[in-house]
């Protein structure tokens, strides 16, 4: 194959250019009383930290915080297929890895900076900046271009 990639600098351009993705979390046995364990998913707004760790600032509200916080695996579907006539020749990333709350205002400000309408409801208490530690990612680039990438490799040390 002539276009051959380097897929770990690949899935960071992709997963810091993103600006959303798509949270799957396992389901717990919540309001709507369907007993878990259960993949659920939902849209998040994402940033990444100086290394490439992705941020989400999420509410106690949603499903998708009450689930990770019972279980911190996630797992974070990124779509670079934007604008593609066909979008299953385009990437995408499914990162794995786990996610922690975070206390960190410079963390914050790098989210808000990246999001500045989430300043309207960053400082309500229900409101939590979680930082997801990738264990690996899995790129799909293309028919037949896959590749995982482990977490060492995927994120940028300084």
């Not at 006539?85 to 960190?104: N, S």
Request: hydrophobic residues 40%.
């Amino acid at each position: 194959m002539t276009d051959e990639i380097d897929p770990a600098p690949f899935c960071r351009r992709i997963i810091r250019a993103a600006d959303r993705a798509a949270l799957a979390t396992t389901a717990i046995k919540g309001k709507g009383g369907v007993g878990g364990p259960w993949p659920y998913a939902s849209l998040v707004l994402t940033t990444c930290d100086g290394q490439g760790n992705p941020l989400l600032l999420i509410s106690d509200l949603a499903d998708h915080t009450r689930n990770l916080r019972a279980d911190p695996r996630v797992s974070l579907l990124y779509d670079g297929t934007g604008g593609l006539d066909e979008p299953l020749t385009g990437p995408r990333i499914t990162l794995q890895g786990e996610a922690e709350q975070v206390e960190d205002g410079a963390l914050m400000d790098i989210y808000l900076d990246r999001h500045p309408s989430a300043k309207i409801y960053a400082e309500f208490t229900d409101f939590h900046l979680f930082r997801i530690r990738p264990l690996r990612a899995h790129l799909v680039a293309g028919f037949g271009r896959i590749h995982w990438v482990e977490a060492n490799d995927l994120l940028e040390t300084d």
